[in-house]
């Protein structure tokens, strides 16, 4: 990937990879071990070298990345992103009822519901199987239509076009064909062990459709899981285009898991991974307290996470002096709550680098009577002291099923990514930067 062009039909091929957390994080794993990266476990000793490049991971579902500085360490390029979707989880496996087989699912995040109904669905995630040494995890993925989530019929709910409640317990859960099939076994046989050997399962529904281009010109796209796997891919694709050419300046990459319910777990913008990666670069660098403030300091965190475009059905959910439209640039996420992180003074930075990237920008803000919501930024700022940006770009039908974006925008973001990490980057006082354009 590194000095390639970016590619539309590649980002597809990662959103499509992209069916669980553990399958989007592997799949940005093989993109770094592709361009050289080492793994390195949490769990082992690590030997650093100047210019190394390395990556770990976290639960199998985050993943951290990053280029080791050359020299004294005087500051860092970040972005982070996250890998999680909204979707059912899979509680309880191979029931039955009237003449089903069944499985019982419980929602992650806050989807629309309506999207799930009457698609074919496949199940996605991770078996924990036991070995001779104890436990290990295999990723899982039929790629075919197991399940579906069955409307019910306009005859028996008159009402379904005046409005629905649905309740998840009841309308939302699943059918994977007639009783008598079993689940476990097609993922036991999926993953190449015996049922008996499968300790646990951490297991997701996703939907069977690819990424494709959409549009009279093929100039939109419709995938699952856009929100945020189009961030993480093309950050990704910034930060692999990295030169290392600024002595002292160390490269980082994340993609956090668990945005969509809360952030709030050991792997997630919450918890410690980025800081705890951070110490252990900076202790085989002999960095002094001191110099680590200084360093983070000196940095811009971009935060990517997708927005809301205006929708042409409803142009009145936007703010409408402030429209944000696809195909037509990055945009820059504000809000007075401090939900997203950019402040002017960010904000004018990362301006400036889309503007050495011949990259437009768009401001994102919610009306003034609608709460909005967050993302990574202000979260993650608990953790890591470093002045973030909340970027993206504009999306429609966030958190469906089948989500819709353009991809012009992905093209923006991507080149927008790459001209920051080849930007120098330095706060000689607070409220003024100094950047190498």
Not at 230 to 245: D, N, S
Request: proline share 4%.
């Amino acid at each position: 990937m590194q000095n390639e062009s970016f590619s539309i039909d590649k980002m597809f091929d990662f959103l499509n990879a992209g069916v669980s957390a553990f399958h989007s994080t592997a799949a940005a794993a093989a993109i770094l071990e592709a361009n050289g990266y080492q793994n390195c476990p949490e769990s082992a000793e690590w030997h650093l070298v100047p210019g190394g490049r390395y990556y770990t991971t976290r639960n199998g579902t985050a993943i951290l990345a990053w280029r080791m500085p050359k020299g004294q360490l005087t500051g860092w390029h970040a972005a982070a992103s996250h890998s999680d979707s909204p979707t059912w989880r899979i509680k309880t496996l191979d029931g039955a009822d009237h003449g089903f087989a069944r499985a019982e699912v419980e929602g992650y995040g806050g989807m629309l519901m309506s999207t799930w109904f009457d698609r074919p669905l496949s199940v996605a995630g991770r078996l924990l199987v036991r070995t001779a040494e104890g436990v290990e995890s295999r990723l899982v993925h039929p790629e075919r239509a197991l399940a579906c989530i069955p409307n019910l019929c306009i005859h028996f709910n008159c009402e379904a076009n005046t409005g629905v409640n649905y309740n998840p317990q009841v309308d939302l859960q699943p059918i994977f064909g007639a009783e008598g099939g079993s689940l476990k076994a097609v993922l036991a046989a999926e993953a190449g062990v015996r049922e008996e050997e499968i300790l646990a399962t951490d297991l997701v529904l996703c939907i069977t459709e690819k990424a494709q281009r959409m549009g009279l010109q093929g100039e939109y796209f419709m995938s699952g899981r856009i929100d945020d796997l189009e961030c993480a891919y093309t950050t990704l694709y910034g930060f692999l285009q990295g030169r290392g050419e600024e002595e002292g300046r160390g490269d980082v990459w994340v993609m956090f898991d668990n945005e969509e319910v809360g952030s709030s777990s050991r792997q997630g913008a919450q918890g410690t991974l980025m800081a705890d990666v951070l110490t252990r670069i900076e202790e085989q660098l002999g960095v002094t307290k001191e110099q680590s403030i200084r360093a983070r300091t000196n940095c811009l965190l971009l935060s990517a996470d997708n927005g809301h475009a205006i929708h042409p059905n409803h142009p009145e959910k936007s703010d409408l002096k402030l429209p944000v439209n696809m195909g037509s640039g990055i945009i820059l996420k504000y809000n007075a709550r401090q939900t997203y992180t950019t402040s002017g003074l960010t904000g004018a930075a990362f301006t400036a680098i889309c503007e050495k990237a011949g990259v437009p920008v768009q401001v994102f803000a919610n009306r003034a009577d609608v709460a909005g919501g967050s993302t990574l930024g202000n979260l993650l700022g608990r953790q890591i002291l470093m002045p973030m940006v909340d970027i993206g770009v504009g999306q429609l039908a966030m958190h469906s099923a089948m989500e819709t974006a353009s991809c012009r925008d992905a093209e923006y973001l991507a080149a927008a990514c790459a001209a920051y990490y080849n930007t120098p980057i330095f706060q000689p006082q607070d409220g003024q930067w100094k950047l190498g354009l």
